[in-house]
């Protein structure tokens, strides 16, 4: 959401905080939610050809990616991130503001998005190239500020829920913050129903409604974490200089301690990889990955200094999801402040693989 009198103004977008897009002529990026070729070159393989590319595109005039925040060391067991890649354009005038994005891990290439302050309480399913596939509106909920969106593991077994995190406070005045849990939508039914000629309208689902307070004081935050093998619930807050981890334990939302997000901060969406071997965490200007170990507390992992993220240059960058079917991040703006009235869509590939050791 954007900043008001009570949150400072995020800082002024820097040059060396984020890259531009793939120049033209490099190979397309790969559909959302594609599988991966089972024939797919080993990580240091792949680590090598990712850095070609971005070394062909300063020899090339193409820009940079991301200079590596200084207080950000190398580490050998960071990723390799190519230059961001335009997958495709938002230009849908229902999602004027979108600040909540997470890719579907049962629907290959549906990605779900979602507005800012001030909407209605409905959640959108766009595919990689922009276009909407289904519009879903959420009963038993109200948006006062949705801020981030999520999947993760609910009370039937085996299947994807929705997380939709109403946590914006900027004014720091809620005495309650709600994250609404609703069944993932089937996209393919809304689909069949529009080629067989029926009426276009809005799929509706029930959510489920988990008030949370925070332990000490209100708090203002825009980013969500579900944790895909537990379902734990964690808030990341939003502030100047600095974030805090928060977890969901019954009714409240409990401190666990800083997260290092840079000396910014303004920490705006969040997301874990399906298989929460990864945390990747941004802010307006920068991101921040973690990779976690196997049965490893999201806490403990989140407590150590992070790797950073080549993100996209966008005017107001509010929304990050994973790729569940590729090595890469999703990304989007909130603003269209962009001189073309649309969002473009980022894919944000990196090589993981590279720092297990693999031949």
């Given at each position: 959401?954007?900043?008001t009198?009570?949150e400072?103004?995020?800082?002024?977008t820097?040059?060396?905080?984020?890259a531009?897009?793939?120049?033209?002529?490099?190979?397309?990026?790969?559909?959302?939610?594609?599988?991966?070729?089972?024939?797919?070159?080993?990580g240091?393989?792949?680590?090598?050809?990712?850095?070609?590319?971005v070394a062909?595109?300063?020899?090339?005039?193409?820009p940079?990616r991301?200079?590596i925040p200084?207080?950000?060391?190398?580490?050998?067991?960071c990723?390799?991130?190519a230059?961001?890649?335009v997958?495709?354009t938002?230009?849908?005038?229902?999602l004027?503001?979108?600040?909540?994005?997470?890719?579907?891990r049962r629907?290959?290439?549906?990605?779900?998005?979602?507005?800012d302050?001030?909407?209605?309480?409905?959640?959108y399913?766009?595919?990689?190239?922009?276009?909407?596939?289904a519009e879903?509106?959420?009963a038993?909920?109200e948006?006062?500020?949705?801020?981030?969106?999520?999947?993760?593991?609910?009370?039937e077994p085996g299947?994807?829920?929705?997380y939709?995190a109403?946590i914006?406070d900027n004014r720091?005045?809620r005495q309650?913050?709600?994250i609404?849990?609703?069944?993932?939508?089937?996209?393919?039914?809304a689909?069949?129903?529009?080629?067989?000629?029926?009426?276009k309208?809005?799929?509706?689902v029930?959510?489920?409604?988990?008030v949370?307070?925070?332990?000490?004081?209100?708090?203002?935050?825009?980013a969500?974490?579900?944790?895909?093998?537990?379902?734990?619930?964690?808030?990341?807050?939003k502030?100047?200089g600095?974030?805090?981890?928060f977890?969901?334990?019954?009714?409240?939302l409990r401190?666990?301690g800083?997260v290092?997000?840079?000396?910014?901060?303004?920490?705006?969406?969040?997301?874990?990889?399906?298989?929460?071997?990864w945390?990747?965490?941004?802010t307006?200007?920068r991101g921040?990955?973690?990779a976690?170990?196997?049965?490893e507390?999201?806490?403990?992992?989140?407590a150590?200094?992070?790797?950073p993220i080549a993100?996209?240059?966008?005017p107001q960058?509010?929304?990050?999801a994973?790729?569940?079917g590729?090595d890469?991040?999703?990304?989007?703006?909130?603003?269209?402040?962009?001189?073309g009235?649309?969002?473009?869509?980022?894919a944000?590939?990196f090589?993981?693989?590279?720092l297990?050791?693999?031949?």
């Open positions: 959401m954007p900043a009198a009570a400072p103004r995020r800082p002024p820097r040059s060396t905080a984020a531009e897009p793939t120049c033209a002529g490099r190979r397309g990026a790969s559909p959302i939610g594609s599988s991966r070729s089972p024939e797919r070159p080993s240091r393989a792949r680590a090598r050809a990712l850095v070609g590319a062909l595109a300063s020899l090339s005039g193409c940079r991301t200079e200084p207080e950000l060391a190398a580490a050998a067991h990723p390799t991130f230059a961001p890649e997958l495709g938002l230009d849908d005038p229902d004027d503001e979108v600040s909540g994005l997470v890719a579907s629907q290959p290439g549906v990605l779900w998005v979602h507005n302050s001030g909407a209605a309480p409905r959640l399913a766009i595919d990689g190239a922009g276009r909407r596939l879903v509106a959420v038993n909920a948006a006062v500020d949705w801020e981030d969106i999520a999947l993760g593991p609910g009370p299947r994807d829920y929705l939709v109403d914006g720091r005045r309650s913050v709600t609404y849990r609703l069944p993932e939508p089937d996209v393919g039914a689909e069949a129903e529009a080629e067989a000629g029926a009426e309208r809005a799929l509706s029930t959510a489920e409604a988990i949370l307070r925070y332990d000490h004081s209100p708090r203002n935050a825009e969500l974490v579900v944790d895909p093998a537990s379902g734990e619930l964690f808030v990341i807050s502030e100047t600095a974030a805090d981890l977890a969901a334990d019954g009714e409240v401190n666990l800083r290092d997000a840079g000396g910014e901060a303004l920490v705006t969406a969040a997301d874990v990889s399906p298989d929460g071997r945390i990747a965490v941004r307006y200007n921040y990955l973690w976690r170990e196997p049965g507390p999201l806490a403990d992992a989140l150590r200094p992070p790797c993100v996209a240059r966008e960058g509010e929304a990050l994973f790729d569940p590729a890469r991040l999703l990304s989007l703006s909130e603003s269209r402040d962009n001189g009235g649309t969002v473009p869509l980022h944000l590939p090589a993981p693989a590279a297990a050791g693999d031949p």
